[in-house]
């Protein structure tokens, strides 16, 4: 399974356009990426994925350039609510059994 | 859709008693469902790989004996802690796989809310 790295933490403030950049340099041509979010105390809830390119859903988007060895989440006009742990994940499309978490990256939401 | 359940949602127990923790899949069928155990300002680590109908696999390092798992029909996993320490108090997190998404490209796990335990 591919490593993941994304930073430890990011502080931004209401309404700024927040960006989560992870590293995957091992990344194999059939691993999707994945990001999840994580309060406290729940359990991890589903952001977004996609291969290559371009994805955007209601919540988020996912930029994923040519060499596929990062990617960044984009959250647009983050709020408190926000505030949470959100992880990185690379996993095999179809197959792919074990989720390997990271550290994440504690994003914390201020006015 | 695509919803997971466990039960309780918090646990207290003395040392020396055993907890199950309930964990179902309510609007799908998940033949594959895992055991995450999350300590306080740490990530999530997988602890076993449960799988209906079969021996659960245990991640190495996870005493097979202590964390029971049964995995007896298509919605429901369980896990049982045996003997509980107070070192056993964590955050007890199970996820599952929908079946009939295991051919797409989407492979998505849903994960349940947790089961926080403390071990007195």
């Known amino acids: 399974l591919a490593k993941t790295t994304q930073p430890i933490s990011m502080d931004s403030y209401e309404g700024q356009e927040v960006n989560i950049t992870c590293s995957h340099n091992?990344?194999?041509?059939?691993?999707?990426i994945t990001w999840y979010q994580q309060f406290p105390s729940q359990g991890p809830r589903f952001i977004i994925q996609?291969?290559?390119t371009k994805v955007t859903n209601e919540v988020a988007s996912l930029f994923i350039p040519a060499d596929r060895k990062s990617s960044t989440l984009s959250l647009p006009r983050v709020s408190l609510s926000d505030t949470a742990v959100y992880y990185c994940l690379v996993m095999p499309a179809g197959g792919g059994n074990k989720l390997t978490f990271g550290t994440g990256t504690q994003l914390k939401v201020e006015l | 859709g695509a919803v997971v359940s466990q039960h309780p949602s918090w646990v207290i127990c003395k040392s020396g008693t055993s907890v199950k923790i309930e964990c179902r899949s309510l609007d799908f069928q998940a033949t594959t469902m895992f055991w995450y155990r999350q300590f306080p300002k740490q990530s999530l680590m997988l602890m076993a790989t449960?799988?209906?109908?079969?021996?659960?696999?245990?991640e190495q390092g996870v005493e097979k004996d202590k964390f029971l798992i049964n995995h007896a029909s298509l919605t429901l996993s369980t896990l049982t802690v045996t003997s509980a320490h107070p070192e056993d108090s964590s955050f007890y997190i199970c996820?599952?796989?929908?079946?009939?998404?295991?051919?797409?490209?989407?492979?998505?796990?849903?994960f349940g809310p947790g089961t926080r335990l403390t071990v007195l």
């Open positions: 449960s799988n209906e109908g079969s021996k659960a696999t245990y």
């Open positions: 996609g291969y290559k």
């Open positions: 091992n990344i194999a041509t059939n691993d999707y």
């Open positions: 996820s599952a796989r929908d079946f009939l998404l295991l051919a797409t490209s989407t492979d998505t796990q849903y």
